[in-house]
């Protein structure tokens, strides 16, 4: 018994430094992320150009397809390959045309990074205070190690982004499969 309690008490020392260069790692990423986000709202005149702007950093830090998959849920095994990749551009074009929307050109939030912690090996959850216009947000950026820190999904206020387009997708699943997604999708896109 006492054999087991010191490995046990051996496998706790040793994990608890990986598990903290872990978050270390994902908030460096996540960092340089929002940095980069940031110079250029600040810079950026709006509109569609702000949009444009963001898609190549926001490509680099995000994981679209696994949001996109996660979004859609279990109805995403209905979906052919090439339907997956049409839903994943789609998605991404719809989130980084909402996401831009949502920053004023020239002002920039002040974020405080709050205590990471780790849910589960090679996932990270990164809590954020942020002050944008008056107004205080919490929002928490989960990160998964997929050979490099990438964005999964964002929580704003407790709600998590994915959960959310999985109510709406869900539906859609169930009434007219992924023909059903890929139409809504498209109207999404068109209208934004």
């Known amino acids: 018994m006492k054999f087991l309690i010191s490995v046990s008490l051996l496998l706790l020392l040793t994990l608890k430094p990986v598990v903290g260069a872990a978050t270390a790692d994902a908030e460096g990423a996540l960092r ?5 986000v940031l110079a250029v709202t600040e810079k950026s005149k709006g509109g569609r150009g702000m949009a444009e702007q963001l898609q190549p950093i926001l490509v680099r830090h995000v994981c679209f397809e696994s949001m ?13 390959p090439q339907q997956k990749a049409e839903a994943t551009a789609l998605f991404t074009k719809l989130i980084i045309r909402s996401y831009s929307d949502k920053f004023t050109p020239g002002q920039r939030p002040e974020i405080k990074y709050l205590k990471a912690s780790s849910p589960g090996a090679g996932k990270v959850e990164i809590p954020t205070s942020t002050l944008y216009k008056g107004s205080r947000y919490t929002i928490t950026y989960r990160l998964e190690d997929r050979g490099k820190w990438l964005v999964t999904d964002i929580l704003a206020e407790g709600v998590s982004f994915v959960a959310n387009y999985r109510a ?14 890929l139409d809504s999708l498209k109207q999404s896109v068109s209208r934004t």
């Open 32 to 36: 340089t992320a929002v940095d980069q």
């Open 168 to 181: 709406q997708f869900d539906e859609l699943v169930k009434k007219g499969g992924a023909g059903a997604v």
């Open 68 to 80: 996109t998959r996660r979004a859609v849920g279990p109805g995403w095994k209905q979906f052919t």
